[in-house]
């Protein structure tokens, strides 16, 4: 495999730690030498430059997307609520019609599952769950206003408000590593 060097592709120990163990994609068969710029792999061959801070490293979570995974999470913990109500229901003989409720509540436990699904991946710091947090709380704002109009209120003001407050966050999220076409890796990913 032929080296080639890309001006002014130097890679910061920040980077490298970012990189983590050797990628085959990445490194040629020499391991100690990244294919793509020719630089050693070597922590103490790289040099000191400041960190880039615009991608968060592992373990930092800016507050949007902490925001995002409690949001996400209650959420969760509400439709199991409503899952346990139904399964009360089922059990005592409430229920008119038990194949509706059982169907309502085998519903609303696999939404259940997904939103607890995207609240861990939030806390992950994974950036899929942006798009179905975005749908799903923007779906909740006529569901608060249909609440408000029954004359629920202090439901709908805490669907209304949760829905919101997931919203603003989400939006607030950014990707975590953007690609560019500065991005050495651009030309390996599927668009």
Same mark, same amino acid.
């Given at each position: 495999?032929?080296?080639?060097?890309?001006?002014?592709? /130097?890679?910061?120990?920040?980077?490298? #730690?970012?990189?983590?163990?050797? @990628?085959? +994609?990445?490194? &040629? %068969?020499?391991?100690? +030498?990244? /294919?793509?710029? &020719? #630089?050693?792999? $070597?922590?103490?061959?790289? %040099?000191?430059?400041?960190?880039?801070?615009?991608?968060?490293?592992?373990?930092?979570?800016?507050?949007? !997307?902490?925001?995002?995974? /409690?949001?996400? *999470?209650?959420?969760?913990?509400?439709?199991? *609520?409503?899952?346990?109500? #139904?399964?009360?229901?089922? /059990?005592?003989?409430?229920?008119? @019609?038990?194949? =509706? $409720?059982? =169907?309502?509540? *085998?519903?609303?436990?696999?939404?259940? !599952?997904?939103?607890?699904?995207?609240?861990?991946?939030?806390?992950?710091?994974?950036?899929? %769950?942006? =798009?179905?947090?975005?749908?799903? @709380?923007?779906?909740?704002?006529?569901?608060?206003?249909?609440?408000?109009?029954?004359?629920?209120?202090?439901?709908?003001?805490?669907? &209304? $408000?949760?829905?919101?407050?997931?919203?603003?966050?989400?939006? &607030?999220?950014?990707?975590?590593?953007?690609? =560019?076409?500065?991005?050495?890796? $651009? *030309?390996?990913?599927?668009?």
């Amino acid at each position: 495999m032929a080296r080639r060097s890309l001006p002014g592709a /130097v890679h910061t120990k920040d980077q490298l #730690y970012r990189l983590g163990p050797v @990628n085959s +994609t990445f490194c &040629g %068969p020499d391991p100690e +030498t990244c /294919v793509t710029c &020719g #630089y050693a792999r $070597a922590v103490s061959d790289l %040099p000191d430059r400041e960190p880039d801070r615009s991608v968060p490293l592992p373990g930092e979570r800016p507050p949007a !997307v902490t925001v995002c995974a /409690v949001v996400t *999470g209650v959420e969760a913990l509400v439709l199991l *609520g409503f899952v346990v109500f #139904y399964v009360v229901e089922i /059990v005592s003989g409430a229920s008119d @019609n038990l194949v =509706t $409720a059982a =169907t309502s509540g *085998g519903l609303i436990l696999v939404f259940a !599952v997904f939103f607890a699904a995207m609240s861990r991946a939030w806390w992950r710091g994974h950036d899929w %769950p942006r =798009t179905p947090t975005l749908l799903v @709380n923007a779906l909740l704002l006529p569901v608060a206003w249909s609440l408000l109009q029954s004359d629920r209120g202090p439901v709908a003001v805490a669907t &209304g $408000a949760l829905a919101v407050v997931g919203i603003v966050a989400a939006l &607030g999220t950014a990707p975590r590593r953007p690609v =560019t076409s500065a991005d050495p890796d $651009a *030309g390996s990913r599927p668009e």
